[in-house]
């Protein structure tokens, strides 16, 4: 998996200044997303883990919304009116929401990861938004923020919480990616 897998799945985002601008977000940060862990001890704490999980989690909203919209195919569930998803929003903060960790986290020379400050690390989701504006000039709009900022749930060290459709879908979807990775299959 590489820079490119989370660049297609950006170029889906309809609107173009939206893709645009997270596209020259993931060019910019390119090496480190492909690099970094996406955390040091609880989920994909390897070198590369920010991208898979990243990945993971666009992958788990796009599901979650084809199931509350009834396009699964499985059961045809219909939950909630087509419209009152903003699939571009999701889709976005989904793609944005861990890669502050890019700030958070560096290798020392024999391969390991650690926290770059001695203090207790930034907020990942905080540093993410105010970097986003800063690389792109562009202001993401405040679902996307507020998703961002939410992504955690319950123990959200921003303290806001899912309180959309969108931020819900986003928060349950990280939640499932990091318990995933923690579970072991027993077939």
Request: aromatic fraction near 8%; charge should be negative.
């Amino acid at each position: 998996m590489d820079i490119n897998d989370l660049k297609e799945r950006t170029r889906q985002v309809k609107g173009i200044a939206l893709r645009n601008a997270v596209l020259t977000y993931l060019d910019h940060y390119k090496v480190l997303i492909e690099n970094v862990p996406a955390s040091l001890r609880d989920h994909y704490c390897w070198t590369g883990g920010l991208l898979f999980h990243t990945c993971e989690v666009h992958d788990l909203s796009m599901n979650l919304i084809g199931m509350l919209k009834g396009t699964a195919k499985l059961n045809e569930f219909k939950y909630l009116d087509p419209n009152n998803i903003n699939v571009d929003n999701i889709r976005t903060a989904s793609i944005l929401h861990d890669l502050g960790n890019v700030h958070i986290f560096s290798e020392t020379a024999d391969g390991r990861w650690l926290y770059k400050s001695r203090k207790k690390p930034p907020d990942h989701a905080a540093l993410v938004l105010a970097d986003f504006g800063e690389i792109t000039k562009y202001a993401l709009p405040r679902d996307i923020c507020l998703s961002i900022l939410s992504h955690e749930g319950g123990w959200s060290r921003a303290g806001v919480y899912p309180n959309t459709i969108g931020s819900t879908i986003l928060s349950d979807a990280d939640s499932l990616s990091r318990h995933l990775h923690s579970f072991e299959w027993n077939l």
